[in-house]
């Protein structure tokens, strides 16, 4: 074995090796250090403030080097609250069907402030709502079995739009309509005006 070299633990390594730069140095790491974390994360989606504060707390970063660099990518443009609400509430409500209630659900727990959520949200109208929560009904609608009970499949489908956080009266009259326009119109009328 060359002199200066010992054993690790999978084979011998060179006196002097650097650590991974994925690694933060002992005592928290630097700010140079914590703003690569960012940016890595960063590479792979958008993410809140907080999200990155919490992922730098994990990797061992010190509450100071975290706020440098934390601040730092703020001032530059790459963390941006109301950016990050704004995307996040498009893509899931466009393309996960969520309501608005689930929305500001998830908002809150990455973090994002409400005056940045409030925005972003409003940005989804009651109409953009309804159309959302028709086409998720109609795409339930085509696996359901054809003889499955009435009352069960109001149930199901209210619930179904329920958890993904659109209001109860929404959802029935979603479903109401849905379940008029999928069966006859007999069947339509004998709906109660809610779910009480």
């Not at 690569?36 to 509450?63: I, P």
């Not at 393309?95 to 727990?109: N, V």
């Not at 402030?113 to 109609?138: F, G, K, M």
Request: a positive charge; glycine letters at 8%; charged letters at 30%.
């Amino acid at each position: 074995m060359a002199a200066g070299s010992e054993w690790g633990p999978s084979g011998p390594k060179q006196a002097g090796t650097r650590r991974s730069s994925s690694e933060p140095a002992p005592q928290g790491g630097t700010v140079e250090q914590a703003k690569d974390a960012c940016l890595r994360l960063l590479a792979v989606r958008a993410r809140s403030r907080a999200e990155l504060a919490q992922r730098l707390a994990a990797k061992g970063f010190t509450a100071e080097v975290s706020e440098s660099a934390l601040a730092r990518l703020t001032d530059v443009g790459l963390i941006d609250d109301a950016a990050f609400a704004e995307e996040w509430v498009h893509a899931r409500h466009t393309f996960s069907g969520k309501g608005k209630q689930a929305l500001a659900q998830e908002l809150r727990r990455k973090g994002v402030a409400q005056s940045d959520a409030a925005p972003a949200l409003a940005a989804i109208t009651a109409d953009d709502e309804e159309s959302r929560a028709i086409d998720l009904v109609r795409r339930k609608l085509r696996t359901m079995p054809a003889n499955l009970d009435r009352d069960k499949a109001i149930r199901r489908l209210v619930g179904m739009l329920a958890r993904r956080g659109y209001n109860q009266s929404t959802a029935y009259r979603v479903v109401k309509a849905e379940l008029a326009a999928h069966g006859s119109a007999a069947d339509a009328e004998n709906l109660p005006d809610s779910l009480d």
